[in-house]
């Protein structure tokens, strides 16, 4: 049997441990060592990997058959409408089910909640959002994009995603830490994606058709502050200029600003998105029973 | 080391806690024993700040252990089921622990990754690794930082024999060297081997406490699995007859 403790001085030698961790332990914030840590276990899966060769592959076949550079940018924005809130919401909600014996180790040590949690969120959330930026944005880097409003398309573009990430895997973290049964969160998850992505624009649509002859902008801009993906839409459409190609609730939002103060607005709403599911999440989290 | 006063605590229409009083003495092994759902999981999750009691105290020496984590720096605990993050190798939870825990005044207590002879594992993926290794790993994190109480949920299940009596050693050596122990398990000669006291939980209620030695007077039987039986069976208060 080795003894764990050599040297005359006393100080620990640790093999398992390695010297590095010593260096880093001393006042270390506790959260930032956990994001590295969920960070290190998110980014060896392999679904991280599948999720950012899925972006690179759709993001190079629409600049090579979709078109020219707007119109590509466009296809691209539609698919990152739908498929980073899926994402966020279903990889997030999964996570932390599956990371349920990993949180109460992790609680059973002289950690702060409130820490473990922002640690855990933001453990998925900046790998995913990371991936997205690198999957989407390096084909369109390459490809050039040529004229200067596209380049604030394609900055919109990313800033929507990682801002979609941003709250989808809020919510779902919301939602995980709510529901103890996996598969009910897991079909909320999903249903919450459903509406918000899919049915929630076309509903607004309905909304604008069946009432043309009354003043509904503002009913409508309210209507979409509700909605994260609509939000993010309309921050797209702003600086895409394509207002009425993507329904009518973009037409409405592009009308009322100036692209300025509509970003603003957005931005703000999207933050306000992000802020209280985590703020929520968090509440909930540090009174749950493990 | 532990002191309980009135806990309580209900999950939906089921009293899991009901007004439960315990005093752990430090440097002992105490065993909690009870049928299914008498509340000892409850119990140590409340005990560890997992689980957020309706009423009652726990202090531990002395000290309120509520709206504080640091109580925790004393603790070791190894949970029933050890799951960690499949992607990570032991050694990165280890370290992450030290990360998280700070290196303790004393050196990592490394010991059982020699006996269990795991070393060569703790560098692989923990999804990969058996059961039985991941509970040894799970040991190992408990005993990590040398903490004044060590809570031990099931810890054997899933150990081969060999690897049960090195625990088991570890846990007597441990104990002799003052620190605290609390247990759970199913296996009555684990207790029979270990355990300086027992408390016998039902239904929510600490219904006996005491030294083994005292159980066994108290219910007439000389074998504790038979003494165990008999209090789960008359459901009798002993702690009057004990002290």
């Given at each position: 049997m080795t003894p764990a403790v050599s040297g005359a001085t006393g100080e620990p030698v640790l093999r398992v441990v390695t010297p590095q961790a010593r260096r880093t332990a001393r006042g270390a914030r506790p959260m930032v060592k956990i994001i590295q840590y969920v960070m290190h276990d998110v980014v060896r899966g392999h679904w991280l990997l599948a999720y950012g060769a899925f972006f690179l592959l759709v993001t190079e076949a629409l600049l090579r058959f979709g078109g020219g550079g707007t119109r590509a940018l466009l296809s691209l924005a539609n698919v990152?409408?739908?498929?980073?809130?899926?994402?966020?919401?279903?990889?997030?909600?999964?996570?932390?089910?599956?990371?349920?014996?990993?949180?109460?180790?992790?609680?059973?040590?002289?950690?702060?909640?409130?820490?473990?949690?922002?640690?855990?969120?933001?453990?998925?959330?900046?790998?995913?959002?990371?991936?997205?930026?690198?999957?989407?944005?390096?084909?369109?880097?390459?490809?050039?994009?040529?004229?200067?409003?596209?380049?604030?398309?394609?900055?919109?573009?990313?800033?929507?995603?990682?801002?979609?990430?941003?709250?989808?895997?809020?919510?779902?973290?919301?939602?995980?830490?709510?529901?103890?049964?996996?598969?009910?969160?897991?079909?909320?998850?999903?249903?919450?994606?459903?509406?918000?992505?899919?049915?929630?624009?076309?509903?607004v649509l309905l909304v604008a058709t069946t009432f043309a002859e009354y003043p509904l902008e503002r009913a409508l801009l309210a209507l979409m502050l509700l909605n994260p993906v609509d939000l993010a839409r309309v921050a797209l459409l702003l600086q895409l200029d394509v207002g009425a190609l993507m329904g009518y609730t973009g037409a409405v939002f592009q009308r009322f600003f100036g692209t300025a103060a509509g970003m603003g607005l957005a931005a703000m709403a999207l933050a306000l998105w992000i802020a209280v599911p985590v703020l929520l999440g968090q509440r909930l989290f540090c009174r749950k029973d493990f | 080391m532990i002191d309980i006063h009135g806990l309580r605590k209900r999950f939906g229409p089921l009293q899991v806690l009901d007004g439960l009083d315990l005093h752990i003495r430090p440097g002992r092994i105490t065993a909690i024993v009870g049928p299914n759902a008498s509340g000892k999981t409850t119990l140590i999750k409340s005990i560890l700040g997992l689980a957020t009691p309706d009423a009652g105290e726990i202090r531990m020496a002395g000290v309120p252990v509520t709206g504080d984590d640091r109580y925790r720096a004393r603790i070791g605990y190894m949970p029933q089921i050890a799951r960690f993050p499949s992607n990570l190798t032991a050694a990165e939870v280890l370290r992450m622990l030290v990360?998280?825990?700070?290196?303790?005044?004393?050196?990592?207590?490394?010991?059982?990754?020699?006996?269990?002879?795991?070393?060569?594992?703790?560098?692989?993926?923990?999804?990969?690794?058996?059961?039985?290794?991941?509970?040894?790993?799970?040991?190992?994190?408990?005993?990590?930082?040398?903490?004044?109480?060590?809570?031990?949920?099931?810890?054997?299940?899933?150990?081969?024999?060999?690897?049960?009596?090195?625990?088991?050693?570890?846990?007597?050596?441990?104990?002799?060297?003052?620190?605290?122990?609390?247990?759970?398990?199913?296996?009555?000669?684990?207790?029979?081997?270990?355990?300086?006291?027992?408390?016998?939980?039902?239904?929510?209620?600490?219904?006996?406490?005491?030294?083994?030695?005292?159980?066994?007077?108290?219910?007439?039987?000389?074998?504790?699995?038979?003494?165990?039986?008999r209090v789960m069976l008359r459901g009798m208060p002993l702690e009057a007859v004990a002290s």
């Open positions: 990152t409408l739908l498929v980073t809130p899926l994402v966020g919401i279903a990889f997030g909600t999964m996570y932390l089910y599956n990371a349920r014996e990993f949180i109460e180790l992790l609680l059973a040590q002289p950690v702060r909640r409130r820490q473990l949690f922002g640690g855990l969120y933001l453990g998925l959330a900046l790998p995913l959002a990371v991936v997205f930026v690198v999957g989407a944005g390096v084909p369109l880097l390459l490809h050039g994009v040529a004229e200067p409003g596209d380049r604030a398309a394609l900055a919109a573009l990313l800033v929507a995603g990682v801002g979609l990430t941003l709250v989808f895997v809020a919510l779902a973290f919301l939602i995980a830490v709510r529901n103890e049964d996996r598969i009910r969160g897991l079909g909320i998850a999903i249903a919450v994606w459903l509406v918000t992505a899919v049915l929630y624009d076309g509903a | 990360d998280l825990r700070g290196p303790a005044d004393g050196s990592m207590d490394e010991e059982l990754a020699d006996l269990f002879e795991i070393t060569p594992q703790l560098h692989k993926p923990l999804g990969v690794l058996s059961g039985g290794t991941r509970q040894k790993v799970n040991a190992m994190c408990a005993f990590l930082f040398r903490p004044d109480l060590l809570i031990l949920d099931e810890p054997t299940a899933g150990l081969d024999p060999v690897a049960s009596g090195i625990l088991k050693d570890k846990v007597l050596r441990e104990c002799a060297d003052g620190r605290t122990f609390i247990l759970t398990s199913h296996i009555v000669s684990e207790l029979e081997e270990l355990a300086d006291d027992v408390a016998f939980l039902l239904e929510g209620r600490v219904r006996f406490s005491g030294p083994v030695a005292a159980l066994k007077r108290a219910t007439g039987h000389e074998q504790l699995e038979r003494a165990i039986a």
